[in-house]
């Protein structure tokens, strides 16, 4: 691309969220299993690993929060 042809704008990245991230991952990954309300098991998704770790939260913090998340939006697998 060259310069000036206004594929600079196209070209901006968003500043990521951690609460973006929570709410990414409570809707999108595992919501619909069953221990998708345990923030222990929830902790350990490689998404909450990768959250924790880019936001330098500990990883049971992130795995609360995500399934309070889904527990006030209800995101949550149900029988």
Excluded: H
Excluded at 44 to 50: N, P, R
């Amino acid at each position: 691309m060259r310069r000036g042809d206004g594929a600079e704008e196209n070209l901006m990245v968003k500043r990521a969220s951690y609460r973006f991230a929570i709410a990414w991952i409570a809707e999108n990954d595992s919501a619909a299993d069953e221990d998708s309300l345990d923030p222990v098991v929830v902790s350990e998704l490689i998404t909450a690993q990768l959250v924790a770790d880019l936001f330098d939260v500990p990883s049971e913090k992130v795995g609360r929060d995500i399934v309070r998340y889904r527990e006030k939006n209800g995101s949550t697998w149900k029988d």
